[in-house]
């Protein structure tokens, strides 16, 4: 609590600040990097156990080995997650930094002794078992940055989790985990009086990276009383929104044909939102949730059989609800399926395309005809581009230009449209100045045609499905053609590269 306004202003200094955009929920920028204090709130409160000496104290630091390894490992991602927050790193780079960390943690002991099968028995192929705590690892580490999309929901998730684990440690007397999960717990819960929402501040990727691989670490470290049952099961229920989130997230896409690591829209806090819950009712909706994964693996791990059953038969009917209501049955089981795959492979392969005219642009007014185009391709009604001050002379300061893609006029203006009915995105790089205004529809009904174009009637049964599909292919539309503006603010950088 005290050091996070100090990240704040820290963040605003070196422009790490989260701007307003169409994935987001906030309409004011907000400061990144609050990870830096979750991690600082962590790892004082360990240090200070130098200056004690009693049983618990003693165990803490005959673990020292571990706990090194957990900082160093922590610092690494920090610093990771500070690139991205500055300067914006792509998922394949995080990826590259995330693997070999990983990989060396499994080496440095970091890893599932074994792993069971329901109906089969343990696994204890120590290659099997290597690769999975990788896997493990770094899936669980982006999970928790996947879940980060609304005001203290990773940061309360990391805490419930955190606490949970932090009880299970105590009772199999890990007490050094249980300290560290302690500390890592209050840490997160002094950063949500200033996370929850409304959010002053964010934990950014130098936090999420830093939250999913304590969690991740932790789960990993768990022991049973029966050595039969492995870890792995308990590590994957405390885990179990992100998780489930993450494999959401991941079949959606590959049933649409996406890259199963790109961005979209449809994390079940975005559903939430949509079905009419403000902020702090979809996060505590999400608690609820994790509370309910966490006491299965403590009943479980206590093997408490009525406490199990409560928790499964409680769970089971959560989730299915959850998965009906929310849409994500529907999305899943559409007749419509295979004609939106080729849709979203055609606006993939159209983005593709146009970042590849993007690399071969030698002058900005290359870029804003390859942006004009495809702004209109991706059917929004306007859009607003501002070019950066030129380096080279060729274009002025303040140079605004302004596209009608409607009425085909240059003065903006939409006299066949309500303008009451008019929303914007707005994408600003301060490196450059290059800042980009685009105006839609909020109703996904007023592009139907335009995204459904090739559908026959019988394609589709009824407006509401008709309307899910629109929705869900306006949002795709509307976060490639941000992609492309942010591969054209690279190309920027370069032309302008004194």
Same mark, same amino acid.
């Given at each position: 609590m005290i050091l996070t306004p100090l990240v704040m202003r820290f963040s605003v200094k070196v422009g790490a600040v989260d701007r307003p955009g169409h994935r987001k929920v906030h309409k004011e920028p907000i400061p990144l990097m609050g990870g830096l204090a979750v991690l600082a709130g962590t790892w004082i409160p360990i240090l200070s156990l130098l200056f004690y000496h009693?049983?618990?104290t003693d165990n803490v630091f005959l673990n020292g080995y571990k706990l090194s390894l957990m900082g160093l490992a922590s610092i690494f991602l920090v610093g990771l997650g500070i690139l991205d927050d500055t300067v914006g790193l792509r998922? %394949?780079?995080?990826l590259f930094g995330q693997l070999p960390l990983a990989i060396l943690?499994?080496?440095?002991?970091?890893?599932?002794?074994s792993i069971y099968i329901p109906f089969y028995g343990p696994i204890e192929s120590s290659a099997l078992l290597w690769i999975l705590s990788v896997i493990w690892i770094v899936g669980v580490t982006n999970a928790v940055n996947l879940i980060d999309g609304l005001d203290g929901l990773a940061g309360g998730v990391a805490f419930l989790v955190a606490m949970s684990d932090a009880i299970i440690a105590v009772t199999q007397g890990q007490f050094w985990l249980a300290c560290l999960l302690f500390a890592f717990a209050g840490s997160c819960l002094g950063f949500l009086r200033y996370n929850f929402s409304p959010a002053k501040v964010f934990l950014g990727d130098t936090g999420s990276l830093y939250?999913?691989?304590?969690?991740? +670490?932790?789960? #990993? +470290?768990?022991?049973?009383?029966?050595?039969?049952?492995?870890?792995?099961? &308990?590590?994957f229920l405390v885990m179990g929104y992100p998780v489930l989130d993450t494999f959401l997230a991941m079949a959606r896409r590959a049933l649409r044909g996406k890259p199963i690591f790109s961005s979209d829209a449809g994390h079940i806090h975005h559903k939430l939102l949509e079905k009419g819950m403000d902020h702090g009712s979809a996060v505590l909706t999400i608690y609820f949730i994790c509370i309910s994964f966490c006491l299965f693996a403590f009943f479980l791990i206590n093997e408490q059989p009525l406490g199990i059953l409560i928790s499964f038969v409680v769970l089971s009917i959560a989730i299915g609800v959850a998965l009906w209501r929310l849409g994500y049955l529907k999305q899943l089981t559409s007749p419509t399926l295979r004609r939106e795959r080729e849709l979203y492979r055609n606006a993939n392969l159209l983005a593709k395309t146009t970042r590849a005219r993007i690399l071969l642009a030698d002058k900005s007014g290359d870029l804003v005809n390859a942006l004009r185009d495809i702004a $209109?391709?991706?059917?929004?009604?306007?859009? $607003?581009?501002? +070019?950066?001050?030129?380096k080279s002379g060729l274009l002025n300061h303040d140079n605004t230009l302004v596209? *009608?893609?409607?009425?085909?006029?240059? *003065? @903006? $203006? @939409?006299?066949?449209? *309500?303008?009451?009915?008019?929303?914007?995105?707005?994408?600003?790089?301060?490196?450059?100045?290059? %800042? &980009? &205004?685009?105006?839609? *529809?909020?109703?996904? #009904?007023?592009?139907?045609?335009q995204l459904l174009h090739g559908f026959k009637t019988e394609d589709y049964a009824d407006d509401e499905t008709t309307k899910v599909i629109s929705t869900d292919l306006q949002t795709e539309y509307r976060l490639l053609f941000s992609d492309v503006v942010r591969s054209i603010n690279e190309r920027l950088s370069v032309i302008y590269k004194p």
């Open positions: 009693n049983p618990v998922p %394949r780079h995080k943690l499994v080496i440095a002991g970091f890893q599932f002794r939250l999913g691989l304590i969690l991740a +670490l932790s789960a #990993m +470290l768990l022991s049973f009383k029966r050595s039969t049952t492995g870890a792995f099961v &308990v590590a $209109e391709q991706y059917g929004l009604l306007g859009m $607003e581009v501002t +070019l950066p001050p030129s596209f *009608d893609f409607v009425s085909n006029k240059s *003065d @903006f $203006e @939409f006299p066949q449209i *309500d303008s009451n009915n008019l929303h914007t995105d707005t994408l600003f790089f301060e490196n450059t100045g290059f %800042r &980009v &205004v685009t105006f839609y *529809d909020k109703s996904a #009904m007023a592009i139907k045609d």
